[in-house]
T-cell receptor
Framework: AQSVSQHNHHVILSEAASLELGCNYS??????LFWYVQYPGQHLQLLLK??????LVKGIKGFEAEFIKSKFSFNLRKPSVQWSDTAEYFC???????????FGKGTLLTVNP | DTGVSQNPRHKITKRGQNVTFRCDPI?????LYWYRQTLGQGPEFLTY????????KSRLLSDRFSAERPKGSFSTLEIQRTEQGDSAMYLC??????????FGPGTRLTVT
């Protein structure tokens, strides 16, 4: 079955620390990859997406993600986090083209000032 | 665009009652999706429409659930004979090729 794994349930960092959140999916074929973010009290927002081309994708607010096809991974990174990055982050994968996304369970990021 | 809107934002109901939620997608989006999110989980796909046609339903969508999009614009999700296990956040989204899924704020259902 198609599945998405996010390795960390809760990550706690201090401001200015670097961030890497892991995401792996179950098997290959053609995939489109997404990271969504949910800030406290707000709804899910698209952070970045990969459809094709350069496997290093840049998104909003200084986030980037790298698609490594051989590892079935799409890890999210940010070189220096801010308190305002405190949120829950969801990785999602689309197999096919109908935007039926399979989400991971999410990673809660807490950034301490 | 004005975004995806959902009503109501919160619904508390007693077990066995029927509830209906409404979703208004972004006007130019012809695809509309329903997802469900429970505590500690990511959103799970329930069903989606292209215009008024319901193209796919998840096995999560039991016979008590029905979704409609009668004129290809807004959609409703009805749950009959609610159970405590139906308590969740119900999310609606619409899609565009360049932006992916755009989610609404969700309707939080609590079944007592």
């Amino acid at each position: 079955a198609q599945s998405v794994s996010q390795h960390n349930h809760h990550v706690i960092l201090s401001e200015a620390a670097s961030l890497e959140l892991g995401c792996n999916y179950s098997y290959g074929g053609t995939v489109n990859l997404f990271w969504y973010v949910q800030y406290p009290g707000q709804h899910l927002q698209l952070l970045l997406k990969y459809f094709s081309g350069d496997p290093l994708v840049k998104g909003i607010k200084g986030f980037e993600a790298e698609f490594i096809k051989s590892k079935f991974s799409f890890n999210l990174r940010k070189p220096s986090v801010q308190w305002s990055d405190t949120a829950e982050y969801f990785c999602a994968v689309m197999w096919g083209s109908n935007y039926k996304l399979t989400f991971g369970k999410g990673t809660l990021l807490t950034v301490n000032p | 665009d004005t975004g995806v809107s959902q009503n109501p934002r919160h619904k508390i109901t007693k077990r066995g009652q029927n509830v209906t939620f409404r979703c208004d997608p972004i006007s130019e989006h012809n695809r509309l999706y329903w997802y469900r999110q429970t505590l500690g989980q990511g959103p799970e796909f329930l069903t989606y429409f292209q215009n008024e046609a319901q193209l796919e339903k998840s096995r999560l969508l039991s016979d008590r659930f029905s979704a409609e999009r009668p004129k290809g614009s807004f959609s409703t999700l009805e749950i009959q004979r609610t159970e405590q296990g139906d308590s969740a956040m119900y999310l609606c989204a619409s899609s565009s090729p360049d932006r992916g899924l755009i989610f609404g704020p969700g309707t939080r259902l609590t079944v007592t």
